[in-house]
Structure formats: C-alpha cells, structure tokens
DNA sequence: TAGATTGTTAATCGATTAACAATC
DNA sequence: TAGATTGTTAATCGATTAACAATC
C-alpha cells in the first residue's frame, strides 16, 4: 500500500471512521452508503468518499461501502493488522490507568513492561505486567524488540527521559508529558497534553457566557 | 472581550502559546519577538502575529511581546481567570489519574468530588476530596455549583450518565470515553480518545516502516 | 434496464504565509 | 532619528464541499 503525503487532517479523521465502523459491524450492519454515515457521524458524505479514496477504491458504484471490508481495510491503514509492543515510562497513575486499558491489546498493541525510579514500584505488576526499575531500562530494551514508549511521567524528567529512550533505539513517543519533545525527526512523537485539553474546553465555556451576559 | 468566530485551530493553539509563555516567564524573560518565539515553537511568526490579533493587539511595534502581560492576556481568553468547579465521573485508575493532578488546580480547575458504582470506594479520598456513589450525584448537583464533569467511565455508561448530567444542568464535558457524546448543541464537549491517538501513532510509524522497506 | 452511489474533477472556502506600511 | 517589529492586507496554499460522469 503506498500512500505518502496524506493530509495530517484526514489521518487524524481514520481512527474516528474505524470505530463508527466497528460500531456498525457489531449491530450487523453489512453495508452502507457514505451518504449514511455522513448522516450518522455528522459529516458531509463528500469528505467521507474524499478521505478514503486517498487509500483506494474501498466501495461500489450503486452499493455503497462493504463494512467489514472497509473496517479490516482502515485497520490495515492504521497498522492495526501487526502487533506493536510498547512500555510505559512512569508508573504513577496515569501510567497505570494505561497499563490497565485492555481494549489497546485487542487494537494490538501490547504492554510488555512499566518503569518507574520508586523502588517501592519494584515487583509490583499490572495485569501480570511488571513495574522495573528504570535502571533497567537500557537493558530491557536491548534484550526486547519495543517500538514504542509512553511517557507518563512529570515534564522535569520526560525531556531526558526520551533522549534516552531516543539513544536506546526507540522510534515512536507518546507522549503524555505537558512539554513537547523536540527529538530526531525519524522518531514519531504523539503528544496528548491534558491540560491543553482542559483549557480549550474552558475557552469555550467563557466564550459562552459571555455570550449570555448581553 | 468580544471574540466570537475564531477558528478552532486557532483556539488548539493557545494553550500551547499560553505552556510556552509560562516557561519564559520562569526563565526571567520579559520581552520577545514574534519572530523569536516562532523559532523556539516551530511555527511561523506570521502564524503567531495572526493569531493574537483575533483577539487584540498585545504587542508593541519595535519591542515585541511583554511576555509576562501576554500570558496573563491568554490566560484570561482561555478562562484561566476564574475558577472552574468540576466533578469526575468514574473513579477508576484514569479517574483517580485525574484526580491526583495538582496542576489543574494552579489553573483554577477545583477538583470537588469523584463518583463511582463501586461501593468499596465509598468514603475513599484522593488528595482529601471525597469519592461518593452515584445515587448521590443527583442531589450533590443541585447543592453544588459544578461546571464540568469528567468521564472517566466505560463506554457504555458514558452516553446514559452524559444525558443524566445535561439534565441536571451540567453544561460542559470532558469525555474520555471511547464513543461520541451527542449533547444538545449548548453542551460543551470537549472529547479525549486515547485510542485514536494511539491509532494515529501506529499510522504513522506504519507508513514509516513502509518506506524503510524499499 | 433503471436507480443508486461511488470515484473524481471542479468550485469554494478557510487557513497559512508573505509582504509591507504603520509606529514604537 | 534609525532600527526593529508589530498589525494588517494581500497572496498562496490546502482542505472541504459540490457536482456529475462512470459504473455497479
């Protein structure tokens, strides 16, 4: 499959499509129209059809859209069709609410250690996972094929942190760390910052009442 | 302050100006140029000057940007002025995650209770703040001045508990949940799927690999 | 075949970048 | 005053939507 130079707008829409997608399978839903799911996902049928033609022809004249053709085939996109195995740097909480996410291992990426600099952390598993400590680290990476690292630890040491990571052969970041990373292109960073989060979500609400005082 | 109309890719980018103006404000710095900080950020000066002038102009010819009045001028478009009341539902590991996060507070985010199914976690407190049981969030809304409620919860909770909390007057959602809330149109939801990110991750190390490969 | 719906081209809209006059 | 840098207009670029011929 080649397709370089798609859009940073459409791949972030793919993994929204994918779980609409599941949704339908689950109800037994065979096929369905863009027109449909625009309906459904509330946008227009034109960017559905746009989308996924950067991929391929996914669908049929006169039929529509196949749906677990098209749920396997966006899952392939997404390189959801091979495992990624991934560690979680930072065993606090957020780093264990992820380690507790089983549906990431249904999506086939799977959890194979925690890290974590308090010693009382030491042996202490999640799900059969265990938490290492982080001189361990090196090593383990050495001795185990991980794609990925998830950052879930303070700003003050994920900088370091991912150089090192960076250094040992890691490719891939994501990263929950409210800094941003400025690694070697080749490495991909995925950045959810909370706190941004919050803030827009506050925008919106004190554009809102403002709006209400006139 | 009259700002309605701005693009929401402007919006996604203030808090990131706003992490980044708090660093220099720490660093001691007091003034900057657009053109400097556009270097510091990785993105265009042009973009920058754009972008604050949406919401009046905070610079001075010649000078630049006070770095101090520009974050606080930010913090205020973001809210960050007021405090927040806000409440999260679901207090399981991502939950309690949240709920440890002292940041939020030094953004004027108040933590005021969690809420569970689970009666174990009656009575259980995170940084002093009460987890209480569901069949009390009812009353505990009409007896508390809350303007944001987390979800923290599974999927197939969220779409019921959402409707439950807009009909008690909550008007602003945080939702982490793996689905798609739809609220009446004045509800503000501003939505966290980890799974897509993590999806977005794998796209892009795929598409990586795939160019190795040749 | 007739109807439905895609794939794709063309038109529109919006966001980003460049340029420069205004001005500190 | 001269130099620096903003605020803002104009130009470019990219993304979304509309339209429709191709075709199942």
Redesign the pocket.
């Known amino acids: 499959m080649e397709h370089r130079g798609i859009?940073?707008?459409?791949i972030s829409?793919l993994p929204r499509y994918y779980r609409y997608l599941g949704d339908l399978l689950e109800e037994g839903v065979e096929r369905?129209?863009?027109?449909?799911?625009s309906k459904k996902m509330h946008?227009?049928?034109?960017?559905i059809?746009?989308?996924?033609?950067n991929f391929?022809?996914?669908?049929?004249?006169?039929?529509?859209?196949n749906v677990k053709y098209l749920y396997t085939e966006i899952g392939k996109i997404l390189g959801l069709d091979k495992n990624h195995n991934f560690i979680i740097i930072g065993a606090g909480n957020l780093g264990q609410a992820l380690a507790n996410y089983a549906s990431f291992e249904r999506s086939g990426f799977i959890l194979k250690s925690l890290f974590d600099v308090n010693p009382r952390m030491e042996g202490v598993a999640i799900r059969g996972i265990p938490i290492r400590m982080m001189d361990e680290l090196e090593e383990f990476l050495q001795q185990n094929e991980i794609e990925i690292a998830a950052l879930t630890l303070p700003k003050s040491k994920a900088i370091e942190v991912a150089d090192m990571l960076v250094a040992n052969g890691i490719k891939a970041i994501w990263n929950f760390a409210h800094t941003d990373l400025n690694l070697p292109k080749d490495v991909i960073v995925e950045s959810v910052h909370l706190s941004d989060s919050l803030m827009t979500l506050s925008y919106n609400i004190s554009r809102r009442n403002e709006g209400n005082k006139k």
């Open positions: 859009s940073r707008a459409v829409r369905i129209s863009s027109n449909d799911l946008v227009t049928a034109s960017q059809r746009q989308d996924l033609n391929g022809g996914f669908g049929q004249q006169g039929y529509g859209y």
